[in-house]
């Protein structure tokens, strides 16, 4: 099977050193954390949450409906 990144469309964006450096840093701090268990998680991974959590805050309340009821 293939790794989960690999089935990912690729999308560039361009962040500000800063962000970089924090979104490292908040990286290796969760990795230290869970101390091996499960994917890596990367700034990639990160970015792909962080995406999902401003599409959840405005999704309208039948697209939330909709996804609620579509079989997993």
């Known amino acids: 099977p293939l790794p989960p990144y690999l089935t990912y469309v690729r999308k560039e964006c ?3 050193p800063d962000q970089l450096d924090a979104l490292t840093a908040l990286a ?3 990795n230290r954390e ?3 268990k ?3 998680i990367t700034e990639n991974t990160l ?3 962080a995406v999902d959590m401003l599409l959840e805050q405005y999704r309208s309340p039948a697209e939330t ?6 079989p997993s």
């Not at 409906?65 to 579509?70: A, D, I, L, S, T």
């Open 14 to 16: 361009r962040l500000r």
């Open 65 to 70: 409906y909709q996804k609620e009821e579509e």
């Open 28 to 30: 290796r701090r969760l």
């Open 47 to 49: 970015i792909r949450w």
């Open 38 to 40: 499960g994917e890596r």
């Open 34 to 36: 869970r101390k091996g």
